[in-house]
Nanobody, 125 residues
Framework: QVRLVESGGGLVQSGGSLRLSCAAS????????VGWFRQAPGKQREYFAA????????FYADSVKGRFTVSRDNALNTVYLQMDSLKPEDTAVYYC??????????????????WGQGTQVTVAS
């Protein structure tokens, strides 16, 4: 099974930027649509972005639309999340996961892989 590793988190000031990576340490990521999730302390995990297998179709929740951009490089087996104009409410542990059903916007994203460790993003006000 594909194993995903998230990286790129850190501490950033409000208004700053970070780029997260989601890399497949085992297996091929190109066969999966990839979704991004985050979980803040005391809150449920939130699904907020996704990208189709070929990168042509993306989804963003209203909470991140216009500030976050998801992209992928299948040759590098990696999906990226560019986060701009960060806000303190973006503070969370960020995770990625894969869905064997390609993202079309017609069906809910269904995480199919084991969850990784995530990467912590902290936005200071």
């Amino acid at each position: 099974q594909v194993r995903l590793v998230e990286s790129g988190g850190g501490l950033v000031q409000s208004g700053g930027s970070l780029r997260l990576s989601c890399a497949a340490s085992v297996g091929t990521l190109s066969t999966y649509a990839v979704g991004w999730f985050r979980q803040a302390p005391g809150k449920q995990r939130e699904y907020f972005a996704a990208i189709s297998r070929n990168g042509a179709k993306t989804f963003y929740a209203d909470s991140v639309k216009g500030r976050f951009t998801v992209s992928r490089d299948n040759a590098l087996n990696t999906v990226y999340l560019q986060m701009d104009s960060l806000k303190p409410e973006d503070t969370a542990v960020y995770y990625c996961n894969g869905d064997l059903l390609d993202y079309t916007g017609s069906y809910p994203f269904g995480p199919a892989l084991s969850w990784g460790q995530g990467t912590q993003v902290t936005v200071a006000s």
